[in-house]
């Protein structure tokens, strides 16, 4: 407590009021949520602690990242992707199109304000956001910032920050360790022995970049890693995962799983997908990744685990080039140990090992709505509001539909709120 208290009273604070609701967050649900507010007519701020917008899109994926589904999936409300695009746009593609959103909604971020806490008081009825002000370049010191207003928005998503497991002897392996996020190409991998921790989505593109640039990459896909157990306790077991084709004949998996889910039932659907996709990629427990007995969809919607789009990274699994290891002893200096015995040389570690909402950091007493994990307690789609003019965009486990979902309930409820409650205002002015 010493520490918080030697902060405030070096850093100089002033009070905002905000007109509106406080937007935390940049990323594309906090841009959503912006938008939709504009067109209510509702005005805002927007708190940003990096210096652009959308920063894990900007600062944190590799190059050759693509959007995983289909571009009418991923659209943000009032703009649809522009016709030239194609199915699945590039990492550069969508940083455009949300630079373009944010330009036509007239969305003016405050970057570099890192939100220290926010907090509701009963005795006002306002919400109570302290962010830090980044000093610059021209001398400009750090200072503190508290905004207050009626509504709070947490917009900072699910993906906020890195998840980093404990891994025994990590620490003296010596080599090249890096989280996933700071890995942009396999280009500096060129000849290298890598140990790709993480078989979802990134770990499998990760692994199929650095044999594309001549590195020879071993994928982990065993649970024995502390973030893949509950608690971190219990002995390691197969990691369990869901590989399906990206596209069955030519459509999008996601369009024909959305198609499926409307007219059956979610078991059936599951059932269909998984004997799709056992014809078009065939045994893939063969290959070192067993499948799990809940269905893809059913196991997306009571745990939030994205099955594999698989685009290509299967072949190089069956030609050897990508070679499927266990999981993970320890680590001594210049090699790794796996559960099974065997003893690997290694040259470098990427951590494909996730993300997490980083809510329960900022974000006091909101035990009511928030889990441990700093996701809604309510599951979809009753997760976006609160009580005390809380509410949370992006949070859904269903990507950028989701957040978009969200964004416009979001944006009708306050907009309803901000009119009722301006209407006495306007009767007021025009008394005689």
């Known amino acids: 407590m010493a ?19 406080i937007i935390v967050g940049a990323g594309p649900s906090g841009l959503a949520v912006a938008a939709c507010l504009r067109e209510q007519g509702v005005p805002f701020v927007i708190l940003e602690r990096a210096d652009c917008i959308a920063s894990l899109w900007q600062k944190r994926t590799y190059d050759r990242l693509r959007l995983h589904l289909p571009k009418q999936f991923c659209q943000l409300p009032k703009l649809p992707f522009p016709e030239e695009f194609p199915e699945y746009p590039t990492r550069k593609q969508f940083i455009g199109y949300l630079e373009s959103y944010a330009k036509q909604f007239e969305i003016s971020p405050r970057f570099n304000q890192s939100v220290q806490s926010a907090k509701y008081d009963e005795t006002s009825g306002l919400w109570r956001v302290t962010a830090v002000v980044a000093g610059d370049d021209s001398g400009n010191r750090s200072a ?15 993906n906020a920050e890195k998840v980093v497991p404990e891994l025994e002897g990590l620490e003296e392996f010596g080599g090249d360790v890096k989280h996933v996020c700071d890995y942009k190409s396999g280009e500096a991998y060129q000849g290298k ?37 509950p608690n971190g306790v219990g002995p390691p077991s197969s990691l369990q995962v869901h590989v399906l084709p990206r596209e069955v004949l030519g459509k999008s998996t996601f369009e024909l799983a959305v198609l499926l889910m409307k007219w059956l039932p979610l078991w059936l659907a599951d059932r269909i997908l998984v004997v799709l996709a056992w014809l078009v990629l065939g045994n893939v427990e063969k290959l070192g990744l067993k499948r799990p007995s809940t269905g893809p969809l059913e196991l997306k919607n009571a745990q939030g685990r994205t099955p594999v789009l698989d685009i290509g990274a ?55 709505f928030f889990s441990k994990d700093g996701l809604p307690k309510s599951p979809f789609p009753n997760g976006w509001k609160g009580s005390s003019g809380l509410y949370a965009a992006g949070f859904t486990r269903r990507g950028l539909s989701g957040a978009a979902a969200d964004a416009v309930r979001i944006a009708d409820d306050i907009g309803r709120l901000w009119k009722e409650e301006s209407e006495p205002a306007k009767k007021l002015i025009c008394l005689p």
């Open 3 to 21: 520490g918080v208290a030697d902060r405030d009273e070096l850093l100089p604070r002033r009070c905002v009021w905000v007109n509106g609701p």
């Open 144 to 158: 503190e910032v508290e905004y207050i207003g009626r509504w709070l928005v947490a917009a900072t998503g699910e």
């Open 193 to 229: 022995r890598v140990l790709v921790v993480g078989c979802g989505n990134s770990g499998m593109e990760v692994s199929l970049d650095l044999c594309d640039h001549d590195a020879s990459p071993s994928m982990v896909v065993r649970d024995s890693a502390l973030w893949w157990r």
């Open 314 to 368: 299967l072949g190089k699994i069956r030609s050897g080039e990508i070679k499927v290891v266990p999981g993970i002893k320890r680590f001594i200096p210049g090699k790794v140990e796996l559960v099974d015995g065997q003893l690997l040389d290694v040259d470098s570690v990427i951590l494909a090992t996730g993300y997490r909402s980083n809510v329960p950091r900022w974000l006091r007493g909101s035990d009511f």
